[in-house]
């Protein structure tokens, strides 16, 4: 067994230190695509290292490898430091060597970025499942774009039963943005019981509940809110101090408990006043096993 298979065991059966000792090994041994290839992985994936990682990445893509594989991980690399124009480039040679889930997911997020919407939303839906989070994603594109009509009507159609359902609240979120307040309303109910209450999601449902005139019921969302806030900054305040939960962890956690109250506390009328709370939506990446010679997803190693 070479050192590169060893590596991969040992990552497997969850040794990390060990895994990461016989990447470098195999790197000394021979300074190929694949050692440092895997090896950029693991510092990217494992060990969070993004510089040491992007050090490793850039040198390989300028041995111009031959596999999709490394351009994946440097465009994702790049992508994590929003070097836009860096990562479509090394995305769209990944696309041609082999297209991916990922690199079309990669790319389609900077696309977004550097201001392509209506490119972006086309990526998206390349790769989007029924209901899921990619196909919200496309969605939020159209809306960007203007085409909420196509944007309400694939809404519209997500089921919940769908494996990947994106959730109620996430629903009612884009409801919301395209002014549709029954059935935003309509979501963010069905989302109260399995959601924990923020001041995020809580204001938007308010404010869904004021543009229908439903001020009652608006009253009775934060009521709730606040008295779970109380519960909670009394539960903070009777918890035990120890080493990994300190006092002044516990007066932090205080603290940001009661800002939060306070914005139930004061989101009623400054929504009456004519304050709108902003959509908060951030696109998220994906990843994926890229190692040369990994048995179960079945990689074989990079022939040179």
């Given at each position: 067994?070479?050192?590169?298979?060893?590596?991969?065991?040992?990552?497997?059966?969850?040794?990390?230190?060990?895994a990461?000792?016989?990447?470098?090994?195999?790197?000394k041994?021979?300074?190929?695509?694949?050692?440092?290839h895997?090896?950029?992985?693991?510092y990217n994936?494992?060990?969070?290292?993004?510089?040491?990682?992007?050090?490793?990445?850039e040198?390989?893509?300028?041995?111009?490898?031959?596999?999709?594989f490394?351009y994946?991980?440097?465009?994702?690399?790049y992508?994590?430091?929003?070097?836009w124009?860096?990562?479509?480039?090394?995305?769209?040679?990944?696309?041609?060597?082999?297209p991916?889930?990922?690199?079309?997911?990669?790319?389609?997020?900077?696309?977004?970025?550097?201001?392509?919407?209506?490119?972006?939303?086309?990526?998206?839906?390349?790769?989007?499942?029924?209901?899921?989070?990619?196909?919200?994603?496309?969605i939020?594109?159209?809306?960007?774009?203007?085409?909420?009509?196509?944007?309400?009507?694939?809404?519209k159609?997500?089921?919940?039963?769908?494996?990947?359902?994106?959730?109620?609240?996430?629903?009612?979120?884009?409801?919301?943005?395209?002014?549709?307040?029954?059935?935003?309303?309509n979501?963010?109910?069905?989302?109260?019981?399995?959601?924990?209450?923020?001041?995020?999601?809580?204001?938007?449902?308010?404010?869904a509940?004021?543009?229908?005139?439903n001020?009652?019921?608006?009253?009775?969302v934060?009521?709730?809110?606040?008295?779970?806030?109380?519960?909670?900054?009394?539960n903070?305040?009777?918890?035990?101090?120890?080493?990994?939960?300190?006092?002044?962890?516990?007066?932090?956690?205080i603290?940001?408990l009661?800002?939060?109250?306070?914005?139930?506390?004061?989101?009623?009328?400054?929504?009456?006043?004519?304050?709108?709370?902003?959509?908060?939506f951030?696109?998220?990446?994906?990843?994926?096993?890229?190692?040369?010679?990994?048995?179960?997803?079945?990689?074989?190693?990079?022939?040179?």
């Open positions: 067994m070479n050192t590169n298979q060893k590596a991969i065991d040992a990552l497997e059966n969850y040794e990390y230190e060990a990461l000792a016989l990447f470098q090994r195999a790197v041994e021979s300074r190929t695509v694949q050692s440092l895997n090896l950029a992985w693991m994936y494992e060990e969070e290292d993004i510089e040491k990682a992007l050090e490793l990445a040198e390989v893509v300028r041995m111009n490898p031959t596999s999709h490394p994946n991980l440097l465009g994702e690399i992508l994590k430091q929003k070097k124009q860096p990562a479509l480039a090394v995305l769209q040679k990944s696309i041609s060597i082999q991916s889930n990922e690199a079309y997911h990669h790319a389609a997020i900077v696309m977004y970025h550097l201001g392509y919407i209506e490119e972006a939303s086309a990526l998206f839906l390349k790769v989007a499942g029924d209901s899921d989070y990619l196909m919200y994603t496309h939020k594109c159209l809306i960007e774009c203007g085409r909420k009509e196509e944007a309400y009507l694939k809404l159609a997500f089921s919940k039963e769908a494996d990947e359902f994106v959730g109620e609240v996430d629903m009612a979120d884009f409801f919301v943005e395209m002014d549709c307040f029954k059935e935003a309303i979501w963010f109910e069905k989302g109260c019981s399995s959601y924990s209450k923020g001041p995020y999601w809580i204001s938007r449902f308010v404010y509940l004021f543009k229908v005139g001020i009652d019921r608006a009253h009775e934060l009521t709730e809110a606040i008295h779970q806030q109380n519960k909670e900054i009394k903070e305040l009777e918890e035990e101090c120890e080493e990994n939960w300190t006092e002044k962890d516990k007066e932090a956690s603290e940001n009661m800002e939060e109250r306070k914005e139930y506390e004061t989101i009623m009328d400054r929504i009456s006043s004519g304050y709108i709370p902003s959509l908060e951030e696109m998220a990446m994906t990843g994926g096993c890229y190692l040369f010679g990994c048995k179960r997803h079945n990689h074989p190693e990079y022939k040179e």
